[in-house]
């Protein structure tokens, strides 16, 4: 009996680690709507067409309810886009997540996101476009860009 408690000890805790393992580690955090605050003004994120995050080495993805709140987070913390620090942003058709460089961004007031920040993100080019036009914006074709847009802001 001693023995089987042991066993069934042991693949307990095997298979409590493989289940920790198995989370996306480095990979964009999961975001529960209207449960997760924004780590920048701490609203809870509700519309997740306009949420990003970023990670830098050794530490968890901070997760943002407006690109604007990640942008100024960035700044503060003195990060820049590129190098290690990772970056992910919801596609604003589809709501799934563009990492790094596969954004483009489209800038304009009339844009209401949740922090007033006016940006959004899409993976394909032709759609950010579509949403310049419908929006009377701009499109911003890389994170580097926007980040440099913003600072001169």
Not at 70 to 95: I, P
Not at 122 to 132: I, Q, T, V
Request: hydrophobic share 45%.
């Amino acid at each position: 009996m001693a023995i089987w408690i042991r066993e069934w000890t042991a693949i307990t805790v095997c298979a409590l680690l493989a289940a920790g393992c198995s989370a996306r580690v480095g990979g964009p955090p999961d975001i529960v709507a209207d449960r997760t605050a924004c780590s920048h003004c701490t609203m809870l994120v509700s519309e997740m067409a306009y949420a990003a995050a970023y990670q830098v080495p050794g530490a968890d993805a901070r997760v943002f309810d407006d690109i604007g709140c990640m942008l100024e987070a960035m700044r503060r913390a003195g990060l820049r886009a590129g190098g290690d620090t990772r970056l992910w942003f919801h596609d604003a058709g589809d709501r799934e997540w563009i990492e790094n460089g596969g954004a483009v961004f489209v800038r304009s007031s009339e844009i209401r996101t949740p922090m007033g920040g006016g940006i959004v993100a899409y993976r394909d080019a032709k759609r950010a476009e579509e949403a310049a036009a419908r929006f009377h914006g701009d499109v911003v074709p890389s994170i580097a860009e926007l980040v440099a847009v913003k600072g001169e802001q």
